[in-house]
């Protein structure tokens, strides 16, 4: 499969806490991206960090790449019940076409 | 909201049958891709349409067809339907060869 792998693949904490979820993929990569999904909706780009970062800051996500592991961590602070969503990250294969991991489903709760 | 519109949003059919998925992309958008996600995974990519021209194929059969149209709208096709078939279809449009895409909500597909 050319899915990477997420781990893990769920996650329940309490609201306040940090989640982190981590990917892995298969390829070279000239960049990687992280979705969130609602409940079987549709999926909205959360941030997207390149092959020459190690580390991006947007709110309070923080992403990082390390891509002689191939892989990448997503960090979310003080977490909150809005939070809860499954969560994918994504890159291009070497054809060009856009590869997600299998996601985190992270639970929030109140 | 992502400027992105899918229809229908749940559709039932049995096996064997033929499915019609719509997508209108966001404004300025040239480029859509759909995706199959099966429960609890991740989207598979079937194909991407650029100019009206198919422009990538994921690992589906030709019984998976579409259509992009002059307005960037695109239609998926899915003829000789079967059980597995069943999930979400989920349309993104985007500007060719940028990596940022914007998803619909999805079409819950279910055959029986």
């Known amino acids: 499969s050319q899915q990477g792998e997420e781990d893990p693949q769920a996650l329940s904490i309490q609201e306040g806490e940090n989640a982190t979820m981590n990917c892995s993929y298969k390829?070279?990569?000239?960049?990687l991206q992280w979705y969130r999904q609602n409940s079987g909706r549709g999926l909205v780009h959360l941030i997207l960090?390149?092959?020459?970062?190690r580390e991006k800051h947007s709110g309070r996500l923080r992403v990082t790449l390390d891509t002689s592991k191939k892989s990448s961590s997503l960090l979310i602070t003080a977490s909150r019940a809005a939070d809860t969503a499954s969560y994918f990250c994504?890159?291009?294969?070497?054809?060009?076409?856009?590869?997600f991991g299998q996601g985190t489903e992270l639970s929030v709760k109140p | 909201e992502t400027g992105v519109t899918q229809s229908p949003t749940h559709l039932i059919k049995t096996r064997g049958q033929q499915v019609t998925l719509r997508c209108s992309s966001q404004?300025?958008?040239?480029?859509v891709s759909w995706y199959q996600q099966a429960l609890g995974q991740g989207p598979q990519f079937i194909f991407q349409?650029?100019?009206?021209?198919?422009?990538g194929r994921g690992n589906f059969p030709p019984r998976f067809s579409g259509l992009q149209f002059p307005n960037y709208s695109s239609e998926l096709n899915v003829n000789a339907l079967e059980l597995d078939d069943s999930a979400l279809y989920l349309c993104?449009?985007?500007?060719?060869?940028?990596?940022?895409?914007?998803f619909g909500a999805g079409t819950r597909l279910s055959v029986l």
């Open positions: 994504s890159w291009r294969n070497q054809g060009g076409k856009l590869i």
């Open positions: 404004s300025g958008h040239n480029t």
């Open positions: 993104a449009s985007s500007l060719y060869d940028k990596n940022i895409q914007y």
């Open positions: 349409y650029y100019r009206e021209e198919e422009n």
């Open positions: 960090i390149r092959s020459n970062e």
């Open positions: 390829t070279s990569i000239n960049n």
